[in-house]
């Protein structure tokens, strides 16, 4: 059974830094891409950000230039780097598959102060 499970989460001032990790059980990560979510209260879950398996990036554009994903094969994990942090940001993260989604984790809670 593949479990996904997001850390790192937490409260921060405007303008800092956090960094999102995400690791997998139950399936090997590197025979996919790798999609990173927000859903702040009241709103959809977006998608922010995606990681082929070639490695190859994007970004949405609430995002781009201030995010930034990566992936560890070896550790079966992936990861979000999020600077300049603004309040727009707050939201629970997740991360899934790409293109095939799974159950999603519980996510992990980002807060912005300004």
């Known amino acids: 059974q593949v479990q996904l499970v997001e850390s790192g989460g937490g409260l921060v001032q405007a303008g800092g830094s956090l960094r999102l990790s995400c690791s997998a059980s139950?399936?090997?990560?590197?025979?996919?891409?790798m999609d990173w979510y927000r859903q702040a209260p009241g709103k959809q879950r977006e998608l922010v950000a995606r990681?082929?398996?070639?490695?190859?990036?994007n970004y949405s554009l609430a995002v781009k230039g201030r995010f930034t994903i990566s992936r560890d094969n070896a550790k079966n994990t992936v990861y979000l780097q999020m600077n300049s942090l603004t309040p727009e940001d707050t939201a629970v993260y997740y991360c899934n598959f790409w293109p095939i989604i799974r159950d999603w984790g519980q996510g992990t809670q980002v807060t912005v102060s300004s």
């Open positions: 139950g399936s090997i990560i590197s025979i996919y891409g």
């Open positions: 990681i082929t398996q070639g490695g190859d990036t």
